[in-house]
């Protein structure tokens, strides 16, 4: 039998696993709102060369990605969180890769989110984050080479209102 304090833990876990993807879904989609779903109010963000208080930092983000990217993809791995009390240390990888406007180019970043997460009124969100970098370079993408597979058959993947899943593709797909 599973006990109520490794329930609760697990609970936890699964909740701080959400609020990255939360996060990751909002830098990719371009939608402030999600990246500040992430954080409390009164979070800061260590990302290096912009750091400062983590909500101001979702709003320039995402208007660096719409100014400077076609398209952005963050991957998360490799998370483990050690739960205390109502605090929580979370460590996870995290992938990026960024198509530049105008380019062929794609920036790839490997790093880690290192969070200080809290629970307030029963809510986790993070207060702190220190992003790390572990490495990181360019590359450019070659044409499109499984000739069995159309790429122009695929949904096409968008921002905001124009994505799939943010868009009203997600909610065509959960009343039909």
């Given at each position: 039998?599973i006990?109520?304090?490794?329930?609760?833990?697990?609970?936890?876990k699964?909740?701080?696993?959400?609020?990255?993807?939360?996060?990751?879904?909002?830098i990719d989609?371009?939608?402030?709102a999600?990246?500040?779903?992430?954080f409390?109010?009164?979070?800061?963000?260590?990302?290096?060369?912009?750091?400062?208080?983590?909500w101001?930092?979702?709003?320039?983000?995402?208007?660096?990605?719409?100014?400077?990217?076609?398209w952005?993809t963050?991957?998360?791995?490799?998370?483990?969180?050690?739960v205390?009390?109502?605090?929580?240390?979370?460590?996870?990888?995290?992938?990026?890769?960024?198509k530049?406007?105008?380019?062929d180019q794609?920036?790839?970043?490997c790093?880690?989110?290192?969070d200080?997460?809290?629970?307030?009124?029963?809510?986790?969100?993070?207060?702190?984050r220190?992003?790390?970098?572990?490495?990181?370079?360019?590359?450019?993408?070659?044409?499109?080479?499984?000739?069995?597979?159309?790429?122009?058959?695929?949904?096409?993947?968008?921002?905001?209102?124009?994505?799939?899943?943010?868009?009203?593709?997600r909610?065509?797909?959960m009343?039909?």
């Open positions: 039998m006990s109520n304090a490794r329930l609760e833990e697990l609970s936890a699964q909740a701080i696993a959400d609020l990255l993807l939360t996060y990751c879904r909002g989609r371009c939608d402030a999600l990246v500040k779903e992430a409390w109010p009164d979070a800061y963000d260590n990302h290096g060369a912009d750091a400062g208080p983590a101001e930092f979702a709003d320039r983000i995402v208007a660096a990605k719409l100014a400077t990217t076609e952005t963050h991957a998360v791995t490799n998370h483990l969180v050690e205390d009390g109502d605090r929580a240390f979370s460590e996870a990888i995290v992938l990026t890769f960024q530049q406007t105008g380019s794609v920036n790839v970043f790093g880690r989110y290192v200080r997460v809290e629970r307030r009124d029963g809510t986790w969100r993070i207060a702190y220190q992003m790390i970098h572990d490495w990181s370079g360019s590359t450019v993408l070659e044409p499109w080479a499984l000739s069995g597979v159309a790429s122009g058959a695929f949904v096409q993947g968008g921002r905001r209102d124009g994505d799939f899943v943010t868009g009203a593709g909610d065509a797909l009343h039909d």
